[in-house]
């Protein structure tokens, strides 16, 4: 009963064997096979000499080289407002203005006059000027003058009047521009309240030679170049700072117009 018991063990055992020695032996012949099959009908790589390339033209950079090219000179445009006109218009230009100026009432305004007359000579233009008043100016105020309006073509004289002109003071300007007709390119009179500035000097001129290439010059003769004349009507009761500012909020331009024909 034992021997039988072992001896079917042992049978047992060899099928086992025989069974995976079989599976085994297939699994390698099969690896050998599809490896066999791939490296048989695996295309063979074609080893083509490269083509040769066409080598490109090697470009050289320089560092560019600037070129200055002469512009073209351009017509200026009819404007007289820019400064490079202003000066080209007043140089040289012989000015003779007339001030009437009664008293010290308005001194503060006369100082700004002349500040503008003294930018006037700044433009290179001849400027003298001629203050008509009823006092005399102190040497203090002289050497204030002397001190600020240093330009070397300006040139300022203080005529002394008879208070008793009054009114008439506006007139003595007219004898002097007589006088003095062949000796300057321009006249100017205003009184002491005034500020004329260089552009408005400027356009003057050049307003009048456009009238002059419009009409003629000799017909020019006929017609004068008018400047108008306005002021802002501030609050008479109000000193105008910081604080009041506001007060200018409706401020206006006044025109002033002759009441009836002189």
């Known amino acids: 009963m034992t021997f039988t018991s072992k001896t079917n063990r042992a049978s047992t055992r060899t099928v086992l064997q025989n069974i995976a020695s079989f599976f085994l032996g297939c699994f390698v012949c099969s690896s050998w096979f599809i490896n066999s099959n791939t490296i048989l009908y695996e295309p063979q790589a074609d080893f083509l000499e490269k083509p040769t390339l066409e080598k490109s033209p090697i470009v050289v950079l320089h560092e560019p080289k600037t070129i200055f090219l002469e ?9 007289v407002a820019t400064e490079a006109q202003t000066l080209s218009r007043l140089h040289g230009v ?7 100026s009664f008293n010290f009432a308005q001194l ?7 500040d503008s007359y003294h930018d006037l000579c700044l433009t290179r233009a001849i400027v003298h000027v001629f203050v008509f008043t009823t006092v005399p100016y102190p ?7 002397n001190t600020r309006l240093t330009c070397e073509g ?3 004289k203080i005529i002394i009047k008879n208070p008793q002109v009054r009114l008439n003071l506006v007139d003595f300007h007219r004898e002097l521009f007589y006088e003095k007709i062949e000796e300057y390119d321009l006249f100017l009179y205003s009184e002491d309240d005034l500020r004329v500035t260089p552009k408005t000097v400027a356009a003057y001129i050049e307003h009048t030679k456009r009238v002059e290439q419009i009409v003629g010059k000799s017909p020019a003769e006929d017609f004068n170049v008018g400047v108008v004349r ?11 700072d910081d604080e009041t500012r506001y007060a200018t909020k409706n401020v206006t331009r006044v025109y002033w117009e002759h009441v009836a024909v002189p």
């Open 139 to 145: 040497v203090a105020l002289i050497d204030l003058f």
């Open 71 to 79: 512009k073209a000179p351009l017509e200026k445009p009819q404007i």
């Open 94 to 100: 012989r000015i003779l203005v007339a001030i009437a």
């Open 154 to 156: 300006l040139e300022i």
């Open 108 to 114: 503060p305004h006369l100082e700004e006059v002349l």
């Open 230 to 240: 306005y002021e802002y009507n501030y609050p008479l009761n109000v000193v105008i």
